[in-house]
């Protein structure tokens, strides 16, 4: 059974802060990540891919240990609309597979 | 930017009958997903449909369940006989390439009662 584990959280911090998240996956094969944020009660929205050199989009880091099967995002100067729940998404490049497998999330409040 | 589509936002209907939701896709892309949110709990794979068939389909996606792209814009999925458990929010997403990131619908949330 392939499975991504989060940090379901809350994680509260101030504006300003810097936050972590880490997130597992248990297939080995697995080849494509994502993270996404999600607001409540809204889809799910791509925030960046995440490649194995690590890559960076703005105040967002994404980072990726393939031999841990350890993916991790870092916020830096955190804002008020950061608040959201960021899902971690993997996804397998076997033949015929087609689905993205989702964690359960983990909460961000940023507080004024 | 080019969004997914998705109708109704809400659905309610009584257990045993059969609902349709539906979704219309970013023009220039070939992939077509289902997945759905039931409240509190992650996202799940439903279905995927590609060049004109379903390419995969999770556990969930039993007899129960059905894709189609009638008319070649719209992209349904009909559940034939509802149950209590069906009540989530149903997310339609696609995507350019088999390795490409999803855009998802603003979703339905599906009430049985």
């Known amino acids: 059974r392939k499975e991504v584990e989060q940090d379901p959280g809350p994680f509260n911090v101030p504006e300003g802060a810097t936050v972590a998240f880490n997130c597992t996956y248990s297939?080995?094969?697995?080849?494509?990540f994502f993270w996404y944020r999600q607001d409540c009660r809204k889809e799910p929205k791509l925030l960046m891919s995440?490649?194995?050199s690590g890559n960076e989009d703005g105040r967002f880091t994404a980072q990726l240990n393939r031999a841990s099967q350890y993916i991790s995002l870092l916020i830096r100067d955190s804002k008020l609309s950061d608040s959201a729940t960021y899902l971690c998404?993997?996804?397998?490049?076997?033949?015929?597979?087609?689905?993205?497998?989702f964690g359960k999330g983990t909460k961000l409040s940023v507080i004024p | 930017e080019p969004e997914v589509t998705q109708t109704p936002s809400h659905q309610v209907t009584q257990m045993g009958q059969e609902v349709i939701l539906r979704c219309v896709p970013i023009?220039?892309?070939?992939?077509f997903y289902w997945y759905r949110q039931i409240l509190g709990q992650k996202v799940e794979f439903l279905v995927s449909?590609?060049?004109?068939?379903?390419?995969?389909k999770s556990e969930i996606f039993d007899d129960q369940f059905s894709v189609e792209r009638p008319d070649g814009s719209n992209f349904t999925l009909k559940i034939r006989s509802t149950k209590l458990e069906d009540s989530a929010m149903y997310f339609c997403?696609?995507?350019?390439?088999?390795?490409?990131?999803?855009?998802f619908g603003n979703g339905t949330r599906l009430t049985v009662t």
């Open positions: 297939n080995s094969a697995s080849q494509s």
């Open positions: 449909f590609y060049n004109n068939e379903i390419s995969e």
């Open positions: 023009s220039n892309h070939l992939y």
């Open positions: 997403a696609t995507s350019t390439g088999f390795n490409s990131p999803l855009h």
């Open positions: 995440v490649y194995s």
């Open positions: 998404v993997v996804k397998d490049s076997g033949a015929g597979s087609y689905q993205l497998t």
